[in-house]
């Protein structure tokens, strides 16, 4: 148990961020036409170069100093250097960082590639899956590990031919999977774009020595009986869960929420393999509406420390209009979702607690779960100012990843959300001053604390994700009583 607990150990948003899995920006995201983008699940296609050079090389720069400051620290010109061959962040290369603390993707699907019987299953699966054929499909188990771990990740050939779609929401690690304590909950995706995504995670999680001994702590979510004999195309039907749905605010609670990629069915299984597990005691559920622009429960809201959170404002609370009086909206806000949030505990789940509104759900979390001294404290989206409010939500000014207690990462373009951090008594700064400070050692990662730590995000907020989204935490330190 001992071991599980030094490699796999998730007990909270807030607490100090010691290892996560990521997936760097791969060839495939530049391979995004716009006659496929939505099918792939994006809005609109992105450039990779700007992307990879100008905004995730400081994401992954910055956890480098948080997390493993030896693969970094003093070493930053040389990185750098514009007469070196750019390669810090591509897992192929000689010059990859190959963190064990920033984990990449990758390098894990690499490793386990190196096994011959895996190799053989896992190309098998994905052949299926994609239609493949049986002469191509010997081809790829005579490949070179590396070179195949791109190719399954990418669909291209190392003579740039593709031969599948590319899979580029693996930037989204979140998704693929949740700890929740030292368990590992799998996600089952609601878009065919993502199912390959998670069928390499499973191998992953399950064959590689990162994961040894925690094979028992692996949990799938089952599809409900007999599935292909009910409506196929009917969403009620349906058993889905994405990680972006699951957040873990303290070792006995789970928020779940259903939402247009994770329904009912999914929200259900997966409160029974938490209780039949023993993972948690309390499982909330949060119903959002079903909508692009919101997708998953962490683009509506996500923690900041113990009695802090951003939220969307028209989530938070329950409706309240009066009908006869229509709204002005070139002065007043939109009008406010219908949102639930309704808790289910292990020892009596027929006797739910229904919150009255997603705030209340926010401050019982802080006050109870995380006994916090001081007031819980609510940050706004656009600084709670229509059209700002749901403009910045879109950009992601909600869905903040946490390195440490107060101290979270966001994008640089969503200014009223800016503004109401500073309200709240945030320190701003952005991420390429804060890395010259650490460099030049001026600050400490031990010591900075009420952050917010903005990224250049011209072309990453395009994806449609942020940073919570592009991290998923497999340890971090517990969060002191």
Request: charged letters at 25%; aromatic letters at 8%; a negative charge.
């Amino acid at each position: 148990m001992d071991k599980k607990k030094d490699t796999v150990q998730v007990t909270s948003e807030v607490g100090r961020l010691r290892k996560l899995l990521i997936h760097s920006p791969d060839s495939g995201l530049g391979k995004v036409v716009p006659s496929k983008a939505q099918d792939w699940l994006f809005e609109d296609i992105v450039h990779l170069d700007t992307i990879r050079r100008k905004e995730y090389d400081y994401y992954l720069k910055l956890l480098m100093y948080f997390l493993d400051p030896s693969k970094i620290k003093g070493k930053l010109a040389e990185i750098d250097n514009p007469l070196a061959k750019r390669a810090f962040y591509k897992p192929k290369s000689t010059d990859f960082h190959h963190s064990n603390s920033v984990i990449e993707i990758q390098i894990l699907l690499t490793e386990i590639l190196e096994q011959e019987l895996i190799r053989k299953k896992l190309v098998a699966a994905v052949c299926a899956i994609e239609g493949i054929t049986y002469k191509v499909q010997l081809e790829l188990i005579d490949t070179e590990p590396a070179q195949l771990a791109e190719i399954l990740i990418s669909g291209t050939l190392a003579n740039d031919k593709m031969i599948f779609a590319p899979i580029p929401n693996l930037i989204f690690t979140r998704d693929v999977g949740t700890t929740i304590n030292n368990f590992i909950l799998i996600n089952k995706p609601a878009k065919k774009a993502r199912v390959r995504e998670t069928l390499l995670m499973r191998y992953i999680f399950f064959n590689h020595a990162l994961f040894e001994g925690h094979q028992d702590f692996v949990l799938e979510i089952p599809d409900v009986t007999m599935h292909f004999l009910r409506p196929g195309d009917e969403p009620a039907f349906s058993t889905t869960l994405e990680g972006g749905d699951v957040m873990v605010v303290s070792p006995n609670h789970v928020l779940i929420g259903c939402s247009e990629r994770t329904s009912e069915h999914g929200a259900n299984e997966a409160i029974k393999l938490l209780f039949d597990n023993d993972v948690v005691e309390k499982v909330t559920v949060v119903k959002i509406p079903s909508k692009r622009d919101y997708m998953h429960l962490d683009t509506v809201f996500t923690q900041v420390k113990r009695n802090t959170w951003v939220i969307l404002n028209s989530i938070a609370h329950s409706p309240k209009y009066n009908l006869q009086e229509p709204i002005n909206f070139l002065k007043e806000p939109e009008r406010l979702e219908a949102t639930t949030a309704i808790q289910f505990t292990k020892t009596n789940p027929g006797e739910p607690k229904i919150f009255q509104n997603v705030e209340a759900l926010l401050n019982d979390i802080s006050q109870n779960d995380l006994k916090s001294t001081e007031p819980t404290k609510i940050i706004y989206s656009g600084n709670n100012s229509f059209p700002y409010d749901s403009r910045e939500q879109w950009t992601d000014s909600c869905n903040l990843l946490a390195i440490k207690e107060g101290v979270v990462i966001g994008y640089d373009r969503n200014d009223k959300t800016v503004e109401a951090f500073k309200d709240a008594g945030y320190a701003i700064v952005k991420v390429k001053d804060l890395i010259n400070d650490l460099e030049a050692g001026k600050v400490d990662v031990e010591t900075i604390t009420d952050t917010l730590i903005l990224m250049p995000s011209a072309e990453l907020s395009r994806a449609r994700g942020g940073f919570h989204c592009m991290s998923m935490p497999i340890l971090r330190d517990r969060l002191e009583d």
